[in-house]
């Protein structure tokens, strides 16, 4: 059925990995929906402040995706200032993609509560979808990052999505902090070896130090980021993620996807 209010969602980062999967939802529902980021028509760049108001024009709703990572320093301020000028185009809903477990983001989510939008924080685990179109996707059958044998409960991007549609939908969800992770908690070796068996390849996981990684980061970004990215993974990945919860259920009445399920899809593209 159309959309009879003629509501517009802006979708920011619409190309990445959350973005790309909220737009064909709505669209599917047949609600407009426009896509912002540095590639799109209307360009939309955090670096860029004069490009925030034409692409947030005519906007009662916005999810937010942050780039690189929203526990930058200086997201806040930009998130801050962004969900201003979205306010004053007449924005009334906006869905923030946070990380789990991390103060670091704090300041900008405080920054979408303190909005007057009606806001739904979505903090999530790491993504599943990292394997098959992220960091960890692999390179020569080896997946190589400094998890060593730290549990993660990795989270399927599809349920994100439909956790964030939820919440751009249904006013339910107003003023609400969900914490979204998958089902179980695994070691990176154990999602490596879930790939293995769906694509029949000999991927292996190579717990490599911090160091390592380190230079691998440095041929794509400069090096405060490549600093940041470290001292981010150090944090994350000590084991106080492991746990899992059950908001995912809570909001779409079904239980997250499994690592071995996303195996199965993402054997597709990896094969
Ligand atoms: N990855 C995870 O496991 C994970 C877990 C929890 C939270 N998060 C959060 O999710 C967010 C997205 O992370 P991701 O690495 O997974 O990215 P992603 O979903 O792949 O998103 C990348 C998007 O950012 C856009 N982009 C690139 N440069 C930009 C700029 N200067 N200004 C505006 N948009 C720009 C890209 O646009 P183009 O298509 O035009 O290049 C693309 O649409 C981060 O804030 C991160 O903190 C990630």
Redesign the pocket.
């Known amino acids: 059925m159309a959309n009879e209010n003629n509501e517009m969602t802006v979708i920011v980062?619409?190309?990445?990995?959350?973005?790309r999967r909220v737009a064909e939802r709505l669209r599917a529902m047949h609600r407009p929906v426009r896509v912002v980021?540095?590639?799109?028509p209307v360009p939309?760049?955090?670096?860029d402040e004069t490009t925030w108001p034409p692409a947030l024009a005519g906007a009662s709703a916005l999810y937010l995706?942050?780039?690189?990572?929203?526990?930058i320093p200086g997201a806040a301020e930009h998130v801050r200032r962004l969900t201003r000028v979205a306010v004053d185009a007449g924005t009334e809903k906006i869905v923030l993609?946070?990380?789990?477990g991390e103060p670091q983001v704090h300041p900008a989510e405080d920054a979408v509560r303190d909005s007057g939008a009606a806001w739904t924080i979505l903090e999530?685990a790491?993504?599943m979808q990292?394997f098959s179109e992220?960091v960890l996707a692999p390179q020569d059958d080896t997946i190589a990052f400094p998890a060593r044998e730290v549990r993660e409960p990795f989270i399927d991007c599809d349920d994100i999505a439909d956790v964030a549609v939820a919440a751009l939908v249904d006013d339910a969800h107003a003023g609400k902090t969900y914490e979204l992770t998958g089902p179980r908690a695994v070691t990176f070796g154990e999602a490596t070896a879930e790939l293995a068996r769906a694509t029949g390849r000999p991927l292996r996981y190579v717990p490599v130090s911090f160091e390592q990684y380190a230079t691998g980061l440095a041929e794509h970004f400069t090096a405060p980021v490549v600093e940041f990215f470290i001292d981010l993974f150090r944090f994350l990945l000590d084991g106080h993620n492991a746990s899992v919860t059950r908001d995912v259920e809570r909001v779409l009445g079904r239980p997250p996807r499994d690592i071995r399920d996303f195996a199965r899809t993402a054997a597709e593209v990896l094969r």
Do not use: E
């Not at 995706?65 to 526990?71: C, K, N, R």
């Open positions: 980062g619409g190309h990445g990995k959350t973005g980021s540095p590639s799109t939309f760049d955090w670096s995706t942050y780039h690189p990572d929203l526990a993609l946070a990380g789990r999530c790491f993504f990292n992220g």
